[in-house]
């Protein structure tokens, strides 16, 4: 893999995925670097001088995988960084990153997406300040208490490269090695510093919980409320990563959070049936009153009735065989003398299925809506 891009291949690179002509996944392969490189070259995370954000802070904007992070995420997401400062001394006393030996500065991985800085006392003062970024690189935070794991925002003052040397220096000069007393605290913002903190578990059940009902349309009660994110399987069901399950279907999410449940407490066996009014958004639908738990052979019946069950092209495996392909073979092949049929191989072959299958076809024994003739004589449909 290689371990650096010239600038030349760098705009290339974020010009061909802006423009959309190559995915990032490609790029990095023509590139011979890592889909994690490309990533962060085309988000601006690196080689900020081609982006014009060069010395600027760079957050995720409030995004998370492409949508707007909900204000239950954003809320987790900052307890969680809280839960990692010793505020057990009290608001006065210094506050430690947890983890942090020594008079060394802590550093949290999370704090670029959260703040655009990886130093957690920037990290803290600019969650505490709700603040949408840290402040500019060119402005220092200097730690009142002479602590440099401290993250207590009252203990961070803005101030200059000077200022800042100035507090080394005096530090130094009168033999501190450890934390001081502050005398003069950093005064809260209008409202007071905003700290978030809670039980973690509940806050990311309520994270997960709201980042699944935004991709959702939520409508009126009666109404079907269709899956608008972006991720579905073949069969067209909404999906995305839940529980520990990386292909979770969303009607059955919602069916779970609707009655309080685990996703692993629905038995595999068991189908959340649609019963929706709505037929166009039917199977579409992740209305939990619209959701009902059945057998397989109680949802294969329902879906008989409401016309819903997948047949023909429609089926994800036949949507390679369109009717109109099935219904010109069934007319190439019966509708000639007997001497001029082409055999089933190489029709077979010349689109790509088997002899099986092909056969079928022409006898009428599978995929008979396609129409056409299904023997010398006989007519099923349009031809």
């Not at 600038?7 to 995915?23: C, K, L, Y």
């Not at 960084?81 to 060394?104: E, I, L, Q, S, Y």
């Not at 929706?276 to 209305?287: S, Y």
């Amino acid at each position: 893999m290689r371990h650096s891009l010239t600038d030349a291949q760098a705009r290339w690179a974020i010009d061909e995925v802006r423009s959309g002509r190559m995915t990032q996944t490609a790029v990095a392969a023509a590139l011979q670097a890592t889909l994690s490189r490309i990533n962060q070259l085309v988000n601006g995370k690196t080689y900020r001088h081609l982006h014009g954000t060069a010395g600027q802070r760079i957050t995720d904007g409030g995004k998370l995988y492409g949508l707007a992070e909900t204000p239950e995420t954003r809320r987790y997401r900052e307890a969680r960084f809280w839960d990692r400062v010793d505020m057990t001394a009290g608001p006065h006393a210094c506050w430690p990153f947890k983890g942090v030996t020594g008079n060394r500065y802590g550093l949290t991985a999370a704090g670029q997406n959260l703040a655009g800085s990886t130093c957690s006392h920037v990290v803290a003062y600019t969650l505490a300040c709700g603040l949408p970024a840290a402040p500019d690189r060119k402005v220092l935070l200097r730690h009142l208490c002479d602590f440099k794991p401290c993250c207590n925002p009252a203990h961070l003052r803005p101030g200059t490269k000077g200022e800042n040397n100035a507090d080394t220096w005096r530090a130094r000069k009168e033999g501190y090695t450890g934390a001081r007393e502050v005398a003069d605290p950093e005064p809260p913002p209008t409202g007071g510093w905003k700290i978030i903190s809670g039980e973690l578990a509940v806050m990311l059940r309520a994270s997960d919980e709201s980042r699944f009902w935004a991709r959702v349309d939520c409508r009126a009660d009666d109404e079907c409320w269709p899956w608008i994110g972006r991720t579905r399987n073949h069969f067209g069901y909404g999906q995305m990563r839940w529980e520990g399950f990386q292909t979770a279907l969303a009607h059955r999410i919602a069916y779970a959070i609707h009655h309080g449940l685990r996703l692993k407490e629905i038995p595999s066996t068991t189908v959340i049936m649609h019963k929706c009014p709505d037929p166009e958004l039917r199977n579409n639908c992740n209305n939990p009153r619209h959701l009902q738990a059945g057998t397989s052979a109680e949802n294969i019946a329902d879906k008989a009735i409401h016309g819903t069950d997948c047949r023909g092209e429609t089926h994800h495996l036949g949507r390679r065989y369109p009717d109109a392909v099935i219904r010109k073979i069934r007319e190439r092949y019966w509708l000639v003398p007997e001497v001029e049929r082409p055999t089933i191989t190489s029709l077979a072959n010349e689109i790509g299925a088997t002899v099986t299958a092909v056969s079928n076809w022409l006898k009428g024994d599978s995929r008979k809506e396609a129409g056409g003739p299904t023997g010398p004589h006989r007519l099923t449909g349009s031809s």
